[in-house]
């Protein structure tokens, strides 16, 4: 598969190349441009097929680009100890669990996939990295995929004060690969120092820099696996039309379900469920997209006032506006809806949701109403997070504690880091260049 730049329609650079050199010149992100067409292998699988079989058999078409064949289904089916779930709720709605993996959320499957992929591109050479602004569970998530990766040292730029979940046995001066610095900064410094370090090309030539945050589409792309698992697994069970309802923060699981579906996944539609930080909603029913200022809510994941994804989103609208307004719908649920919906799914179907997840269940309903699909679709919720994340929360909502397991509660734990820097560009290159 070939990709360009949101920016441009040329050059077309191969699957390899977006992966490794993530930032176009002009500044754009890139996106995939022609696309794998899988029809007919998702036509000859079914409930039965493993989550693993199905990896193997469609990654080379969907990584296709520098690679072969038969290293692409190598590596998709040596990515995950762990496989999504899905629960089937009732007639309307069925619940697709992507929170197996080691932080408890679903952003496990984008990184781990990237990181087994990272490492046969970097085959060869003597020094990769990766440097990652780092926030919560998604630099723990990454550290657990690049833990021990060969050749590879993953570099997290962390906010003042928020270094935790990770295992000190892994950091570079004990003799492993991760290297944490904290950055007297905020997050956007962070993500700032991550552009400019992998701009200067001179350091990123050194020391084979590239970037594992959502501006990669290497971490974007494999995403696509879980819907198209979610749709084998259901496709013979109802005869129905199949919507997914996604909690969109930054909005790339919901794109990762739109290039699903343009590789020829059948779906009705897509429900972009949002907190009350919705104006991306407003661009998505067709009008200018004006961020409004950040409210705090219940479901911290999806409060992004001004989605990263932004971009890539905009590039699908402006090739189909028409076709766009017809498969995503909107949706805004505030904080009460979201704890009623987490009391009543526990109470109608036994199971814990997390507030993500109970956002889009609210929206799956809403949309269901408004649009009178009720009877003739069968909606998949993504559940993106780990209920006993948050615990307290999930607790209060049904009115009894519930279990954290020891792998979350140690998402929790603080570490010192390697280094603590000025937000600068210079004393980012020298806290690394002194770990060598
Ligand atoms: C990141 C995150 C989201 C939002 O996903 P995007 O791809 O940024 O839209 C939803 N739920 C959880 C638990 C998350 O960590």
């Known amino acids: 598969m070939q990709f360009r730049s949101t920016k441009s329609k040329f050059p077309l650079v191969p699957y390899k190349d977006a992966v490794l050199n993530c930032l176009p010149d002009d500044g754009g992100l890139y996106v995939p441009d022609q696309t794998a067409d899988i029809r007919e292998l998702l036509f000859s699988m079914n409930e039965k097929t493993t989550f693993n079989d199905m990896l193997s058999a469609l990654a080379p078409s969907i990584l296709e680009g520098g690679i072969s064949p038969a290293e692409a289904s190598k590596i998709a089916a040596s990515a995950y100890n762990y496989e999504p779930e899905l629960v089937n709720l009732d007639e309307n709605y069925s619940i697709l669990k992507l929170y197996n993996g080691p932080t408890g959320i679903f952003k496990d499957y984008g990184i781990?996939?990237?990181s087994a992929i990272l490492e046969e591109f970097f085959k060869g050479r003597e020094q990769s990295m990766i440097v990652?602004?780092?926030r919560a569970d998604t630099a723990v998530s990454m550290a657990h995929a690049f833990n021990g990766r060969k050749g590879i040292s993953l570099v997290l730029l962390y906010p003042s004060g928020q270094i935790r979940g990770l295992d000190p046995s892994s950091f570079v001066q004990n003799g492993g690969n991760i290297i944490p610095i904290q950055v007297k900064g905020t997050f956007d410094d962070c993500q700032r120092l991550v552009v400019e370090t992998i701009k200067d090309r001179e350091f990123s030539a050194r020391y084979?820099?590239?970037?594992a945050n959502t501006i990669n589409p290497g971490r974007l792309l494999p995403q696509v696996f879980y819907y198209l698992y979610a749709f084998i697994q259901i496709?013979?069970?109802y005869n129905k039309d199949l919507f997914f309802s996604v909690p969109c923060g930054n909005f790339g699981n919901l794109i990762a379900g739109l290039y699903a579906w343009k590789f020829g996944m059948p779906v009705n539609g897509f429900i972009a469920a949002m907190n009350i930080n919705n104006a991306f909603g407003d661009y998505i029913r067709g009008n200018k997209f004006r961020p409004k200022p950040l409210i705090t809510t219940k479901s911290p994941s999806l409060d992004v006032s001004f989605p990263l994804n932004y971009e890539r989103l905009a590039s699908f609208y402006e090739e189909a506006p028409a076709i766009m307004r017809n498969i995503v719908y909107p949706a805004s649920?505030?904080?009460?809806?979201?704890?009623q919906i987490i009391e009543q799914i526990y109470k109608n179907y036994g199971i814990h949701v997390d507030s993500n997840t109970a956002v889009a269940f609210a929206a799956a309903q809403e949309i269901s109403s408004e649009y009178k699909l009720s009877g003739h679709t069968h909606t998949v919720v993504l559940a993106t997070g780990h209920p006993a994340r948050e615990?307290?929360?999930?607790?209060?909502?049904?009115g009894k504690s519930i279990k954290v397991p020891e792998s979350i509660q140690a998402l929790q734990k603080r570490c010192d880091p390697v280094a603590i820097i000025q937000p600068q560009l210079d004393a980012v290159e020298s806290a690394i260049a002194s770990c060598f």
């Not at 084979?208 to 970037?211: A, E, F, I, L, M």
């Not at 649920?333 to 704890?339: E, G, K, Q, R, S």
């Not at 615990?391 to 049904?398: K, Q, R, T, Y």
């Open 112 to 114: 781990a996939f990237l």
């Open 132 to 134: 990652s602004a780092a």
């Open 208 to 211: 084979n820099v590239t970037s």
């Open 235 to 237: 496709k013979n069970k």
């Open 333 to 339: 649920i505030n904080d009460d809806l979201t704890m």
């Open 391 to 398: 615990a307290s929360l999930a607790g209060d909502a049904v």
